[in-house]
Structure formats: C-alpha cells, structure tokens
C-alpha cells in the first residue's frame, strides 16, 4: 500500500511539473483536500490538438473537441492490461453511472491506450463493451507519436519505465474554469464522484 500511494504521489508530482511550460506564476499548489490543482493556462498549453481515433473509430481532435470548454476524466490503460486496467474501468463505470444522475451529460469520460500498436477501435470498443460504459465515454486510439506527445505533456510517459504506475492516476479537470486535479484511480467511486462534483462547482451540501 505505501509503495502505491508514494508511486502516485511520485506520478501526480510528475503530472505537476511536467514541463517547461509551468511558470513562477502557474506553480501547481495542494488543495485544501489532499489533491492536486493546477492552474488553467499551464495546463491549457499542455494539451496537444492532435488527431485520435474513438472506439467507434472516429476522429476527434484531443484539445478541441474533447477538452476544451468540457468537465473531463482523464485514464490512461490498455486492452490487454491484466493489472490495474480491469480494475479501474470498472471503477470508473460506477462513477460516470452515479454522475449520470447527479449531472447528466456533463462529464466527459476519456480512456487513452498506452498500447496503440495493438489497440486499434474495434479493440478498445470490444474492451468497453465488457464495462456497460455510457455514452460521453471516449476510448482514444491513434499514431504511437501522438499519443506518446499526449502523455508526454501530461507528465504521464517515461520511455524508460515500463512500469503502468501511471495507470493509477486519474486527471479530472473543468477547463472552462481552470480547475485541475488529479487522484488515483482506485479510489472509492464515492470519493472520485465527489471530487469530480467539486470540479463541476457542485455546492458541496449537494455532494451526498
């Protein structure tokens, strides 16, 4: 348990300090709840617009039509993952399910494979068909250099680990609003659904 709570907190630091694009003036700061928020102009420039391919093996545009302007949950795993990944799907499945009531349609669910060699949409729409996932979940496949860029201006790649740490951080943001976070991916669906709540401006008395 702690070689996974320092592993994350050793990624998430990564996340924050990704590159150089993190100034005296946008330096991340720990939130008041234990997780980590950074602000909206450092994370805006570290969205690459390249293009992706949906399970559904359509085009989308990874800044514009899935970021920009949206509340967002951000995963990073594979279809052949025996670890952490069938773990964290579902997971996640019953957050977006509990989201779906409390603020429908506003949360956009993104899964990004790490093995896109072997991850073309017909297998990640194969993948999270095993999840009963809702609509507004966007499992992304593409170009090895595009979604190895993705990573690397998240602060989620490193060519030398071949280690899934990663897998267990999670990046929930409002990016009309600036508000990033970022927390691990098994945490209870409850915690994450909260958090997320937070994001969206929820007041908190409606978070129970």
Request: with cysteine.
């Amino acid at each position: 348990m702690k070689r996974r709570i320092a592993a994350f907190l050793l990624v998430a630091a990564a996340v924050l300090g990704a590159s150089a694009f993190l100034s005296a003036k946008s330096t991340p700061r720990k939130d008041p709840y234990g997780y980590f928020e950074y602000r909206r102009n450092a994370m805006r420039s570290s969205f690459p617009d390249v293009v992706l391919l949906t399970q559904d093996n359509k085009q989308k545009r990874f800044y514009d039509d899935l970021i920009k302007d949206k509340i967002v949950v951000i995963q990073f795993m594979f279809a052949n993952c025996d670890g952490l990944c069938p773990r964290t799907t579902p997971n996640l499945a019953r957050v977006q399910r509990e989201l779906s009531k409390r603020a429908p349609g506003k949360v956009t669910f993104i899964s990004i494979t790490v093995d896109p060699k072997r991850d073309t949409p017909q297998a990640l729409k194969q993948y999270a068909s095993h999840f009963d996932v809702q609509r507004g979940w966007y499992f992304l496949t593409g170009k090895q250099e595009d979604v190895d860029l993705v990573r690397r201006k998240m602060g989620v790649y490193d060519p030398e680990d071949q280690k899934v740490e990663h897998m267990n951080v999670l990046t929930i943001g409002n990016e009309a609003q600036g508000k990033w976070l970022a927390m691990e991916s098994l945490a209870k669906p409850d915690d994450i659904t909260r958090t997320v709540l937070r994001v969206l401006g929820v007041p908190k008395a409606e978070w129970q």
